[in-house]
């Protein structure tokens, strides 16, 4: 049901939208740069127009999200569920391999990456449950219950493989449980199946990772066992962010992605190039963008007019910060490397649009506040 009122546009949240946009624009600057052949070294590639397209489609869909009142997601929320459990097991027997993972869903011309939609899904979904069950979880609800509403998801998700989804999906049912909540007991039981678990789990998740993925993890604990091979990446990235020193080199005066050294350039490790070229100074103004970015969704979620609108907005914020910090984490070394995107610059239309869904979501709740929207 999409409602237009004018007290929506009286009331839209312009700072959350303002804020995605200049990201985004600043992802497609950077893609642009990052992408640029060296001196008459060939054609640009054309992944900023791509992108260009993207940001246009998300846009779109984002005011068409915010025009849809949130509390339907609440009526739909199981349903979505399923699709998305079961686009993650098709995906696994149908779908396109990558760079040795199978992610990728092709609907003729038009390919997609159902893990990337899962993630709100779950917000969606999860929210809904701890919504409905609310009284339960207070009460003597056994901690498997929410246990396994995540478990399933982060198994198929692993499978394909992508570890970074799968330590999102971890990471939000820690936030969504915390943000409703759940007493202590509970926690402290999900806590202990969690660690009996490791062993098990544990053994299924290295099996089933692929040897990149592997060595990713062991370059990560000691980046210099393989300097030119399993540690490069790592390397490579600390070299280009170390280079921009205060000031940075300029805008598209870094070399490290032109010249090919650094792997990645335009997606996982955007964030390395946009610090080569506007240094530490510039990289501090990003991350203040990013800081401002939380904040208000924080302040959303404890503005939301009920239950489900603060777990949504709470959901959402937890899903950028995370995304935030481990991108930001595995250009530094600080993180594993596990192919996980920067929010709303890393190039990936799967990636873009989805987090303009989630932004849209996110606008929707602050939008819809007050009492006077609700009949």
Do not use: C
């Not at 929010?343 to 987090?355: D, E, I, K, V, W």
């Not at 819809?368 to 929207?373: C, H, V």
């Amino acid at each position: 049901m999409i409602t237009i009122d004018r007290r929506l546009t009286k009331n839209f949240d312009w700072l959350t939208l303002i804020i995605i946009l200049v990201l985004a624009i600043i992802g497609i600057s950077t893609i642009y740069s990052a992408t640029r052949p060296p001196t008459g070294a060939g054609e640009h590639s054309d992944f900023y127009l791509k992108q260009i397209l993207w940001l246009v489609i998300s846009i779109v869909v984002l005011f068409a999200v915010v025009f849809f009142d949130y509390r339907w997601f609440y009526r739909f929320a199981y349903p979505l569920y399923g699709v998305g459990l079961v686009l993650l097991t098709v995906v696994l027997f149908a779908g396109r391999t990558s760079l040795g993972a199978r992610r990728w869903l092709n609907i003729g011309p038009m390919s997609f990456q159902p893990s990337e939609f899962f993630r709100m899904i779950f917000i969606i979904a999860f929210s809904a449950y701890l919504v409905t069950r609310g009284q339960e979880l207070k009460g003597r609800l056994s901690a498997s219950g929410i246990f396994l509403f995540a478990l399933f998801p982060m198994l198929l998700v692993i499978k394909q493989p992508d570890l970074g989804t799968a330590i999102l999906l971890a990471a939000l049912f820690v936030s969504l449980s915390l943000a409703k909540g759940i007493s202590r007991r509970i926690m402290t039981a999900i806590l202990v199946i969690g660690l009996i678990s490791i062993p098990f789990f544990g053994n299924i998740a290295w099996e089933g990772l692929k040897e990149y993925q592997k060595n990713r993890l062991i370059a990560f604990i000691d980046p210099e066992v393989d300097p030119a091979g399993i540690g490069y990446h790592i390397n490579q990235s600390k070299i280009s962010i170390g280079s921009g020193g205060w000031a940075g080199k300029g805008y598209l005066k870094g070399t490290q992605g032109p010249l090919r050294f650094l792997p990645e350039k335009h997606t996982d490790f955007i964030f390395a190039v946009f610090a080569e070229e506007w240094g530490f100074a510039g990289s501090i103004a990003l991350i203040g963008i990013y800081l401002t970015l939380f904040l208000r969704g924080l302040d959303t979620a404890m503005k939301a007019k009920d239950e489900y609108g603060r777990l949504l907005a709470a959901g959402v914020t937890a899903m950028f910060f995370v995304y935030f910090t481990v991108n930001i984490g595995m250009t530094l070394g600080m993180t594993p490397v596990v192919g996980v995107p920067l929010p709303f610059m890393s190039y990936g239309g799967t990636s873009l649009l989805s987090n303009f869904i989630a932004a849209g979501i996110l606008i929707n709740v602050r939008t819809r506040r007050f009492e006077l929207f609700y009949p």
